[in-house]
């Protein structure tokens, strides 16, 4: 059974469109309205051997955070409708991704319950014309919808440019860990409450 979602998310500050196949192949066409961000997705979808398309109309003339915080929304939203039950995935995903000077470990449980845990103090606080904060609010909307424990931890790192890009990869590749299918596991959903 294909594990895809259509998933749109309109407002009056944005318009989000996106299409989500989880077995994929690292396929991306993203339109965010962003270029750094457009780049962030392409490396999530990269890694995590997701293919996604995804166009963003939003405010960007305000600032560029209803747009960053509305695509993680329907994002996590397309993740979970594609996931259904959770039934046989591995559900934990770990990576740890060296970016040059910088390291980042990102672990995530699709636990079903929302939880972020991230702190930076990242020395440039914009990077190219894209605001560092705005990861945050990203990964916000993205845990919540989804129902997603993260931890996002910037063990080193000088540069925020490769500080985010390091991110977003271990943030794919420890999706993709969690979403993959465990032959061992029988098809059982895997929790002992017997549901996630």
Same mark, same amino acid.
């Given at each position: 059974?294909?594990?895809?979602?259509?998933?749109?998310?309109?407002?009056?500050?944005?318009?989000?469109?996106?299409?989500?196949?989880?077995?994929?192949?690292?396929?991306?066409?993203?339109?965010? $309205?962003?270029?750094?961000?457009?780049?962030?997705?392409?490396?999530?979808?990269?890694?995590?051997?997701?293919?996604?398309?995804?166009?963003?109309?939003?405010?960007?003339?305000?600032?560029?955070?209803?747009?960053?915080?509305?695509?993680?929304?329907?994002?996590?939203?397309?993740?979970?409708?594609?996931? $259904?039950?959770?039934?046989?995935?591995?559900?934990?995903?770990?990576?740890?991704?060296?970016?040059?000077?910088?390291?980042?470990?990102?672990?995530?449980?699709?636990?079903?319950?929302?939880?972020?845990?991230?702190?930076?103090?990242?020395?440039?606080?914009?990077?190219?014309?894209?605001?560092?904060?705005?990861?945050?609010?990203?990964?916000?909307?993205?845990?919540?919808?989804? $129902?997603?424990?993260?931890?996002?931890?910037?063990?080193?790192?000088?540069?925020?440019?490769?500080?985010?890009?390091?991110?977003?990869?271990?943030?794919?590749?420890?999706?993709?860990?969690?979403?993959?299918?465990?032959?061992?596991?029988?098809?059982?959903?895997?929790?002992?409450?017997?549901?996630?």
């Amino acid at each position: 059974m294909a594990r895809t979602n259509e998933c749109e998310r309109k407002t009056k500050e944005t318009d989000v469109k996106i299409s989500l196949n989880i077995d994929g192949s690292g396929k991306s066409i993203v339109a965010s $309205g962003n270029g750094f961000f457009d780049h962030s997705l392409s490396l999530f979808t990269k890694h995590g051997l997701f293919d996604l398309e995804l166009k963003c109309l939003g405010d960007i003339e305000v600032d560029f955070h209803h747009s960053a915080e509305d695509i993680g929304i329907t994002l996590g939203t397309a993740f979970k409708n594609a996931l $259904g039950n959770k039934k046989g995935i591995i559900r934990y995903g770990v990576s740890f991704v060296p970016m040059d000077e910088t390291l980042v470990r990102v672990v995530l449980d699709l636990s079903g319950r929302c939880n972020l845990v991230y702190e930076e103090n990242l020395r440039d606080r914009i990077v190219n014309n894209f605001e560092v904060d705005l990861v945050f609010d990203f990964m916000k909307g993205f845990c919540d919808s989804l $129902g997603l424990t993260l931890h996002i931890d910037i063990l080193r790192s000088r540069n925020s440019h490769h500080a985010i890009e390091a991110i977003f990869k271990a943030l794919g590749r420890a999706m993709r860990e969690a979403v993959s299918i465990d032959e061992r596991a029988k098809n059982e959903i895997p929790s002992t409450k017997g549901v996630l």
